[in-house]
C-alpha cells in the first residue's frame, strides 16, 4: 500500500509539473488528495524476511496536452498588449533620455552659474582691490592736500607777522609825517595869520578893490554909501574864474554890476608873498573908501 500511495503521489506531481497556465486564465485549484495512513500495530514477534517479489513495471507517463489556440480577441489582446508594452518601453526610453538631457542641463546650468559665480567674485575681487587703491590715493590726497595747506596757513601766517609789521612801520612812518604836516601847516597857518593880519594883506586888498573899482560901471540905481562882499574864485595867476556878490545893500543891477567889474579886472593883482594867496577870496567891494 504504501508503494502504491508514493507511485500515484509522483504521478501527479509530473502532471503539475508539464501543466502550463494560460495567460490571464484563471488558475486551476490543485488537487487535493486525501490519504490516511494507517499505523501497523507492533507485534512482538521475530520478523521474518518475506521473499523477493518481482517489481512492476511503471507505467509510462501521460504526455500533457497541448495548449489550445488562442482566439481572435486573446491574439488582439496580445497584439495590443504587446503594443502596450513596447509603449511603454519606448517611453521609459524617452523618459530616460529626458531625465540623462534634463541631467546634462542642470549641470550645465550648475557648471555656468560656479562659472558665473568665480567670475563675479573675481570681478569684487578686482572692485575690492580698485576701491581700496582709490582709498590709498585719496588719502595720500587728502594727506598732501592737508600738508599743503599747512604749510599755506604757515606762510599765510608768517606773511601776515610780516604785514603787521610793515603795518605798523608804515602807521609810524605816517604818524611822523602827518605830525611833520601838520607842524609845517601849523607854522604855515600861523604865518598865514600873521601875514594876513600883517600891512602886506592891506596893501594886497587895498589893490585887489581899486582895480574892481576902476572897472566897474555903475547902474543908475547905485547910490552913496554902497557896502557888497563879493566872493572870487582865482587862479595863482590872478585869472577870474568866478564872482558871486553874497550880500549888498545894491539891487540886483547893482550886483550884476560888479560881477561884471571883477571880470573886468582879471587878471587881479597877486600878493608879492605867496602866503596871502588863496584861490577863494573874499573882499568888501565899497566904491567910495
Known amino acids: 500500500m504504501l508503494l502504491a500511495v508514493l507511485l500515484h503521489v509522483a504521478v501527479l506531481g ?7 497556465f494560460r495567460p490571464r486564465q484563471p488558475t486551476a ?3 487535493v488528495i486525501q490519504a490516511t495512513l494507517t499505523s501497523i ?21 501521460a504526455l500533457p496536452e497541448p495548449p489550445p489556440e488562442p482566439d481572435v480577441e486573446d491574439r488582439r489582446r496580445l497584439e495590443a ?3 502596450e508594452q513596447e509603449r511603454l518601453i ?7 533620455q529626458k531625465r540623462r538631457e534634463e541631467e546634462a542641463e542642470r549641470l550645465r546650468l550648475e557648471e555656468e552659474a560656479e562659472q558665473k559665480r568665480r567670475e563675479e567674485e ?3 575681487r578686482r572692485r575690492q582691490e580698485e576701491a581700496e587703491r582709490k582709498r590709498r590715493e585719496e588719502e595720500e590726497r587728502k594727506r598732501r592736500e592737508e600738508e599743503e595747506l599747512e604749510e599755506k596757513r604757515r606762510q599765510a601766517e608768517l606773511e601776515r607777522q610780516r604785514q603787521i609789521e610793515a603795518q605798523r612801520a608804515e602807521n609810524e612812518r605816517r604818524r611822523r609825517e602827518e605830525e611833520e604836516i601838520r607842524a609845517a601847516e601849523l607854522a604855515d597857518e600861523q604865518a ?10 592891506t596893501a594886497y586888498m587895498f589893490a585887489l578893490r581899486q582895480k574892481v573899482v576902476r572897472n566897474w560901471s555903475p547902474p543908475p540905481s547905485a547910490t552913496d554909501g554902497l557896502n557888497c562882499e563879493v566872493r572870487v574864485r582865482q587862479t595863482p595867476s590872478g585869472e577870474v574864474l568866478d564872482a558871486r556878490v553874497l550880500s549888498c545893500n545894491g539891487d540886483a543891477a547893482v550886483e550884476r554890476s560888479i560881477e561884471a567889474a571883477v571880470r573886468r579886472a582879471s587878471p587881479l593883482p597877486v600878493p608879492q608873498n605867496s602866503l596871502l594867496f588863496e584861490p577863494t577870496i573874499r573882499f568888501i567891494f565899497r566904491p567910495d573908501g
Not at 509530473?14 to 502550463?20: D, I, K
Not at 519606448?90 to 530616460?96: A, G, H, P, T
Request: charge should be negative.
Open 192 to 201: 598865514r595869520l600873521e601875514a594876513r593880519n600883517s600891512d602886506e594883506m
Open 41 to 61: 500495530p507492533d507485534v512482538v514477534s521475530v520478523p521474518v524476511e518475506p521473499p523477493p517479489q518481482e517489481q512492476p513495471e511503471p507505467e509510462p507517463e
Open 122 to 124: 573675481a570681478a569684487e
Open 14 to 20: 509530473s502532471f503539475l509539473v508539464a501543466f502550463e
Open 29 to 31: 485549484p490543485p488537487l
Open 90 to 96: 519606448e517611453q521609459r526610453r524617452l523618459d530616460e
Open 81 to 83: 498588449e504587446k503594443l
